[in-house]
């Protein structure tokens, strides 16, 4: 896969990754009103884990592979994938763990929300630091 391939499929997951944040965000108000049952909020909770988890995987692999590629653009690819980069992708998932197993809405709601925007911040910060086509270029010649 080309750096820029790689590029769109993790640009891709972070569309699905918005989704199901903002499908989270929505279950979780309703259980809040007391609209929905805890169990829709734990699956919607496990469908957004599922996808953080599979996507973090991809990433770290993906870049790991660029980084160590013999183009040019590798050393200035480096920094992305540092250890703490990919603790950052752990403490993450590892809160939203942490959020999905609460059954107090008044307490959970807004550690979920302030997950949620942690998260969605991560992925701003990745698309502007290296998710673009100066970092990832649609071909390595």
Request: hydrophobic content about 40%; proline content about 4%.
């Amino acid at each position: 896969m080309t750096p820029g391939e790689t590029r769109d499929v993790l640009l891709a997951d972070h569309t699905g990754l918005r989704a199901h944040a903002d499908a989270a965000r929505q279950m979780v108000e309703l259980w809040t009103r007391g609209e929905a049952k805890w169990l829709q909020v734990r699956d919607e909770l496990a469908r957004l884990a599922d996808a953080l988890r599979s996507h973090n995987l991809r990433e770290e692999r993906a870049l790991r592979d660029l980084i160590c590629s013999p183009d040019a653009s590798g050393a200035a690819r480096a920094h992305v994938m540092d250890e703490a980069h990919v603790s950052e992708h752990r403490d993450t998932f590892d809160a939203l763990i942490r959020v999905s197993q609460g059954r107090d809405p008044g307490r959970e709601g807004p550690h979920l929300e302030a997950l949620l925007s942690r998260l969605l911040g991560h992925m701003a910060w990745e698309e502007r630091s290296f998710l673009n086509a100066t970092v990832l270029p649609n071909d390595t010649a």
